[in-house]
């Protein structure tokens, strides 16, 4: 199977202080990938330097990115806005605040449309409205016309990520999709994950703090601890017998 992202020896620093630290890992095509570990460790981080969104306090030190076979390191902004959303796109952790609160979902699910393909108004209507039924939203006219504190935490979390699918990307970075729910609706959106990934072909890289989430969704695992990649493989093998102390300790904490 061939990778659609490989991140290569990625260093990151803020000031003095390293945030990433010689981060490797491969996404297979079509897989879900499970970054795992500790608050702080660096996860956002990561997905933040694949979409080239780094906070402007911090700097890539070192290290490739290779996404679909393009080395997009040294992309310039206006190749990654290109690539963003159509390529490689990301649901935020925080669906709240990643929102525009005084523009409908629709609205916003549009614009992301529009930012990539000269396409009609009713073209883009259409995609909004299939964006939403794929991700799982029945009601997708009302979730449209909504505007984001008007929906459930679970509902939000789903038109986010209808945005994050709608210019059919091939690889969905998900920052905690599930942490601000309940466990029921955890379970419909990481079903919703391998829904995706059967029906599009997309490949995921999940980011979370909770290894339960992993061993439900995920075929590959990288466990992070402070910065740095304490182990990886495919995640039934390092979740069933980890090589690290720091992956016991987190599977201890939760109980598995
Ligand atoms: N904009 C920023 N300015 C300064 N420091 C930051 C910024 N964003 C992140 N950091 C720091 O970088 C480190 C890594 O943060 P990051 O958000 O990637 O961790 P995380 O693993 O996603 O944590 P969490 O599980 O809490 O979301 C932390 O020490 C954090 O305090
Ligand atoms: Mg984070």
């Given at each position: 199977m061939t990778d659609i992202l490989c991140i290569q020896h990625l260093s990151v620093s803020l000031g003095h202080t390293r945030i990433l630290r010689d981060v490797s890992?491969?996404?297979?095509?079509?897989?879900i990938t499970g970054i795992v570990g500790g608050s702080g460790s660096g996860k956002t981080t990561i997905g933040?330097?694949?979409?080239?969104?780094?906070?402007?306090?911090?700097e890539r030190t070192d290290g490739?990115?290779?996404?679909?076979?393009?080395d997009i390191t040294d992309h310039s902004g206006q190749q990654m806005r290109a690539l963003r959303g159509a390529g490689v796109s990301m649901a935020f952790q925080e669906p709240m605040s990643a929102f525009n609160p005084v523009m409908t979902i629709g609205a916003q699910i549009g614009e992301t449309v529009l930012a990539h393909e000269n396409v009609s108004g009713t073209i883009v209507r259409e995609r909004t409205l299939a964006a939403l039924r794929s991700a799982g939203i029945n009601d997708a006219q009302r979730v449209a016309a909504a505007y984001p504190f008007e929906l459930s935490g679970g509902l939000r979390q789903r038109a986010m990520i209808a945005q994050a699918i709608v210019c059919r990307p091939k690889l969905l970075i998900a920052d905690e999709p599930t942490s601000s729910l309940d466990v029921n609706t955890q379970d419909k959106i990481l079903d919703l994950f391998k829904e995706l990934r059967r029906s599009l072909g997309l490949a995921i890289v999940l980011v979370t703090h909770d290894l339960g989430v992993v061993r439900r969704?995920?075929?590959e695992v990288v466990v992070l601890c402070?910065?740095?990649?304490?182990?990886?493989?495919?995640?039934e093998a390092v979740l069933s017998s980890p090589r690290c102390g720091y992956t016991r300790t987190l599977l201890e904490a939760e109980g598995l």
């Open positions: 890992f491969d996404v297979p095509q079509g897989s933040l330097a694949i979409l080239g969104l780094l906070p402007d306090v911090m490739r990115i290779v996404f679909d076979g393009q969704v995920a075929d402070k910065g740095e990649v304490a182990e990886q493989g495919k995640a």
